[in-house]
């Protein structure tokens, strides 16, 4: 009968008993089976079986402790070999099943033999003497044993198997005398090979996935169909006379899953990954690293001839770099022994190359040629709903406590790529084990809600690190800014409805506006609008000034704007805000053949917002359609110009300005410059409403307003600002112990805060608002 016991002490069986299949458990287990000594049992721990005779613990008879040896063990769950060997000194305190098996001795026995390496073995299929001779090891090796069908038979600790060569013996049919479970294998034992594998290919294909991946199911789809095509219809290419698929370039920016791509996609395929790192290839040695190059190409042929076969080589630009423009001849060296390599492997059947790269105009163009790699995808930042899938897959394995809003999460994290996200859910975690730990909480703590929100404000996306114009956006609400709700109406449909809403703007025919420009008066919040703007709408949000900008060094300035259109378009949606816009690109002059830094910067920025300045290898936008991110053009969009205006779409430049006068006109046309936003000067009702919204927090004693904003005059929201934090000044310079704020503080803090903004200064822009297309 068959016993299940909770709470057994498993440990691995001492040196003595090591590969001889034997196990040891009192002998009142023993009793309890009604079986005797020596007979076989199937031990199931965990997620494997164990295939053991019985015999009686020595130093523990009568507890439940059971002491295992793992030669001879079936594989539950589809786990690997290597992932299912347990380390020594182990104690598990486990559920244990054991059920007793009828065992007959074995008439035939059809094996699959897993050797350590394929150059002993690879001419011996031909051979039908040397087959006998491995039948014999095979025999030599499983004599005495008792197997079942589907298991496999662990060698690695068999000194004959070693000589041998011998790994590993997988039973896939066995036939017994008498009809039973299980066989022993005896000396008239038939052994019948069925097939010959290397140690490392089996391994890699009966590897399980450790986790599941979210969001990359277009990418994924895309690169197994390429993957299929030279590693299971080979036969097809040979008949219709066509060369074979030889690479595929994978490019996108880090962080975004190409490696683990790549690895799932290989443990799906049952094909074995041969990896080319970098650091392990490149060697100080003259030839050396030409060399390793070649030996890992060899090693890769090896395996292609057993089975399919991926050759993976990680950040290939390292190893690739453009001849020319590298440090030293060694590159060069290198890139030349890859191309070689690549050129070589003419028909070679199951075998596909894949490079992965985050830079790819680092690239040589010779390698990307076709012939080498053939075709190239793109891996986009994830977007919205891509992003919930991958928060979807790490969330999963976490304790959660309460509704997380994965919906809202996706929406705030525009910007994230896999790592980051998965860096977000291991960070609420902490935060949720840390905040358990001090209130004196014992178990697994729940991850809720505050904790993703608490973890947001540590993890910064992987693109925002090391960037220009990246700053911490403070949170702005509508409602922190009083009044001006013309203004706000207007800046929420240039700003906000376009990305919130594009395909409200598709179904209308209306194209998403390029640029918003904001001009007023100093101090009239507008840096504070497009803020909250970007605040409502989620969006990633680059500042420049022209501090930031300007650079002694000819050619710097030009670089810089170029990289922040090129890393806002790779965060898209995003909001480039430029602050003092005619500090930065100012009017050009009209004589003269001097062209200062300013007109450079415009020039460049201009290109940059037609779109005329984005290179195909920066691409890397997070709307782009999976046509487009495979280079295939859509009908409708068969012209690059065309193409590269939709990738820019979701850019969208706010500037602000005091001095429009002072901006050049070419950046004001429609097609750059969409909408131009007066902000005035608050009149008496917006007045109100900002000194509502600055003493929100401040304890008032009767303090009257609408009298504040009638005396307030020419004063802009800043002056008011200024006032009230003078007036909280006031009173506790009178008294320390004050607890509130007077009127006769605002009266007195009225004395000293004057106005910024006088009549001539206001008529002065009301001037200004006739000569430009204000909305």
Known sequence: MDIEMQHVLINPVDSADTGQQKCRLGLHLIEQLSSTVGSYVRIGIKEKDY????????????????????????????????SLHEPKNLNH???????????????????????????KYCEWKTFPAVQKTLKNYCLNCLRKKCVIKGCTVDLRTTRLAKVYGIVYMCVNSLSTKHDTDGGVVRELTDIIIDSVQSEERYSLSHQSNRFEMGGVSKVAGSLQDLLHLPLKCSSDFKHLGLPLPKGILLRGPPGCGKTSLVRSLAQKSQAALVTINGPEILSPHPGESEENVRGVFQKAVRMSQEGPCILFIDEIDSLCPKRGKSSGSNDSRVTSAVMSSMDALVDKEGLVIIGATNRPAALDPAVRRPGRFDREILMNVPNREQRREILAVHSARL???????????SDVTNGYVGADLASLCNEASYIAMAQAGSHGHQGIPGVEMCHFQSALRKVIPSLQKGSEGIVDLRPVQWDDIGGLEKVKAQIKQAVEWPLLYPEAFTRMGLPAPRGVLLYGPPGCCKTTLVRAAATATHSAFVSLSGAQLFS???????RMVTEVFQKSRVMAPTILFLDEIDSIVGK????????????????????????????????????????????ELSPEKDNMHQKQKVNNNKVLMVAATNRPDLVDEAILR??????????????????????????????????????????????????????????AMLALTEDMDAEKVKMKDFIRSLEIVKPSLNQQLVDRYRTLGGRYRTS
């Open 51 to 82: 295939i053991c005779s019985m015999w009686p613990h020595s130093v523990c008879p009568d507890n439940n402790t059971i002491q295992y040896d793992g030669c001879v063990f079936v594989q539950r769950n589809d786990q690997s070999p290597k």
């Open 93 to 119: 305190n486990l559920v244990c099943r054991i059920q007793p098996l009828l065992i007959s001795d074995a008439v035939c026995a059809s094996v699959t033999v897993i050797v350590k390496s394929m150059e």
């Open 399 to 409: 304790p959660l406590a309460g509704d997380i809003d994965l919906d809202l999460l």
């Open 552 to 558: 002694p060094f000819v050619g710097d300035s030009e």
């Open 588 to 631: 050009r002059s009209e004589g003269g053949s001097h062209r200062g830094v300013q007109e450079r910067v415009l020039s460049t920025l201009l290109n940059e917002m037609d779109g005329i300045g984005i290179r195909l290898d920066d691409k890397t936008d997070s709307t782009t359609s999976l046509k487009e991110a495979e280079g």
């Open 670 to 727: 429609p097609g750059r410059i969409d909408r131009i936003i007066y902000v005035p000067p608050p009149d008496e009702p917006t007045r109100h409403e900002i000194l509502k919204v600055l003493t929100r927090t401040k304890p008032l004693d009767n303090v009257d307003l609408s009298i504040l904003s009638a005396k307030t005059d020419f004063y802009t929201g800043a002056d008011l600002e200024n006032i009230c934090k003078e007036a």
